[in-house]
């Protein structure tokens, strides 16, 4: 994993360091927020010290600051855990264990991991093709409850790369959509493959 080092944030005198589950806390201004840091696993809070020059930035107020869980805050072995375990329930042994070590390399190798091959198993009864919309999946007996809570998720296929925790509602719609790759809603008994056609398989036990 890529080290960034310790960088200064200027919020009321805390340090965020990229290998660390740091907490951060909000100052009463503005700060930029680097966009483009998700294939390493992190997202950063720049302001004052030396920070690199990434482009581009989300300008946010402190009151719109909500930082995603990403591997900076949780564990990166128990994020890799969930989604192992989802792969191992409901993928046969040899894809599984492909996906699995390619999981444990280094994020530019998770392209590699492909979606799609979920689909080479729809004979499984537990593996089911959606064929409604995001909404009525969300609004469905299933996931209904799930909706608000932070789920596992993970960008791979024709995504920029990248692991972490957001609402199962932005992973399916807005801006955090997950354009390819999987959600592991409860921990090897329910989660979600999503292939960039738009298509998506529910993994439920």
């Not at 072995?77 to 264990?97: G, Q, V």
């Amino acid at each position: 994993m890529t080290s960034f080092g310790s960088w200064k944030t200027g919020l009321a005198g805390w340090t965020w360091n990229a290998l660390s589950n740091s907490s951060v806390r909000c100052a009463e201004k503005p700060y930029r927020l680097p966009l483009n840091l998700a294939p390493c696993g992190f997202w950063f809070v720049t302001g004052q010290g030396n920070t690199p020059p990434i482009k581009p930035h989300l300008i946010i107020k402190p009151q719109e600051l909500r930082f995603t869980k990403l591997l900076g805050v949780m564990d990166t072995h128990e994020l890799r855990n969930e989604m192992d375990a989802l792969f191992t329930k409901f993928l046969p042994a040899e894809i599984a264990s492909r996906f699995s070590g390619l999981l444990a390399m280094k994020p530019n190798r998770w392209s590699k991991i492909d979606p799609w091959k979920v689909w080479d198993v729809l004979e499984d009864p537990r593996v089911v093709e959606w064929q409604r919309t995001w909404a009525e999946l969300l609004a469905s007996p299933m996931l209904a409850k799930h909706a608000d809570v932070w789920v596992t998720v993970l960008r791979c296929g024709h995504e920029q790369s990248a692991m972490e925790r957001l609402p199962l509602r932005d992973a399916l719609h807005g801006p955090s959509r997950v354009f390819e790759g999987f959600v592991s809603v409860l921990p090897g008994k329910l989660g979600l493959a999503i292939n960039h056609d738009g298509m998506i398989c529910i993994l439920k036990a």
